[in-house]
């Protein structure tokens, strides 16, 4: 089955669909590809199956990490979070504010629901998506020619949206970088980015004992810092808190983690004139888990708040609780990442229409971009507003 279009465009996610349907408002032939049984793979494990599909906050640039952070505030900034939100509310979707601006569908499976509505917005304009259908090779002369598992495709333009190498069991695969090195390019490094880390044997093995004890905490590296919960694995450390920080986490660096983020320095000095003969391992248990409290006061002898010096007490809770420094091994790689950081290097696209600058009519959107959004909605907004921008020009 051979076709002749206005635009290919290769990935059915979040970004090549959204980027579909704005090509295709334009009277633009847009045909999708997608090497998958089903389109929007990552949309409908998004949030639980709720789909976190924006934030309210996702319009500021500086919750995007990139080797050029000024990068995305074109494309943020002229569709933003409320677009989608109108696109949402057309089609009845309800949807509901969790914490910290993170927008999610309502209800059960609800992302089914986003994905309908790619699906439905992409047929009223005549777009058509291919499913099952895998990329063999990409050639440009005077037009994009694609060999393809179901024939050959002809297309004035060429939109890579194929997302990155996290969660692989979804399909992801480093095609997008694949097509970037075949034009030569150029590719920040990639890494796992939202992930679990890991840790070495002797830290390993006390944090096992505390495997599913959770606690908000403020967690930072460098400038910067994250104050959410964290959550012990078998394997090292998860949760939100952790998930932010490792996608600013260098190989080697440590963090920095306040057990306590509400308590000042001296709450142990506090709490010793209230309760002398009380132990560190109580005062902290009103404020921990049981588990964790014992585990952080065992690193000190078992003495009673009244035979501590002032300033011991400041120490012990400075070291123990306030700046505690653990240094992770690694993290638990693209299998449990849900984004990659890196990816096509932004220097060689517009930052208005994501179009490279040395093969015209070749774009790219979404993850395979070197823009990594925040926990919390920012993603699937890079892939909307990024969508969005080369769907004007595609």
Known sequence: MSAQ?????????????YCAMHAGR?????????????PGAKILISGGGRCNFTNVSAGDPARFISANPHFARSALARHKPADFIALIE??????YEKTLGQLFCDGARSSQKVVKLLMDECAAVGVEVRT??????????????????????????????????????????????????QFNIP????????????FRPADREWMQHLSGVAAEVAVSCGKTSFREAALFTHRGLSGPA??????YLKPGAYLNIDWL???????????????????????LAQHLPDRLAATLAAQHPPRELGDWKDDALISFAQRTVKQALL???????????????GGVDTNALSQQTMETRVVPGLFFVGEAVDVTGWLGGYNFQWAWSSGWAAGQAC
């Open 187 to 198: 590719i920040v490094a990639t890494r796992p980015g939202l992930v679990p880390l890991t």
């Open 26 to 38: 334009r009277g633009r032939r847009v045909l999708v590809i997608e090497h998958n049984a089903e």
């Open 90 to 95: 057309k089609h009845g979707i309800a949807y």
């Open 5 to 17: 279009v206005d635009c290919v465009i290769i990935g059915a996610g979040a970004a090549g669909l």
């Open 327 to 341: 240094r992770p091994a690694g993290d638990e790689g693209y299998a449990k990442a849900e984004v990659s950081v």
């Open 242 to 247: 952790i998930l932010q920080i490792s996608s």
């Open 261 to 283: 983020p509400d308590q000042a320095a001296d709450f142990l000095v506090a709490a010793k004139r209230e309760r002398p003969r009380a132990l560190p391992k109580t005062i």
């Open 132 to 181: 099952n259908c895998r990329v063999t090779s990409l050639s440009r002369g005077e037009r994009f020619e694609l060999m393809t598992s179901q024939g050959a495709i002809s297309a004035e333009t060429c939109v890579i949206a194929t997302g990155a190498l996290s969660i692989p069991k979804l399909g992801a695969t480093g095609f997008a970088y694949d097509i970037a090195r």
